[in-house]
């Protein structure tokens, strides 16, 4: 599995993640993987590309049946893992809110 499927094994260990596709395009790895939590399923969808002095360029798309959140930035690899760890459990609350 790749990196962004690596992270949410790691930081999110109730999911359940299944890489659908995974490639590399130039210098810049794609993941789409389809999660599943407590019985609701999530597609998320990760790019990045490293840049200059460690930092990534990155984003992110992760699509539930009600919900549909977009976050992209330019961080090193802490910052990044922060970020996708706190949208990806605002977006698993938001999933639990609305059964």
Known sequence: MGYFADILKEEFKEMNVRE???????????????VDVDGEKFLAMFQS????????LWSVILTSANN??????????NTLKLRIR????AI??????ED
């Open 86 to 89: 706190e949208n990806i459990k």
């Open 92 to 97: 698993v609350q938001g999933i639990k809110k």
């Open 20 to 34: 659908i596709y995974s490639t590399r395009l130039g210098k810049r790895d794609i993941e789409i993987l389809e």
């Open 68 to 77: 549909t959140r977009t976050i992209q930035g330019r961080d090193n690899m």
């Open 49 to 56: 590309e490293e840049k200059k002095h460690g930092l990534y």
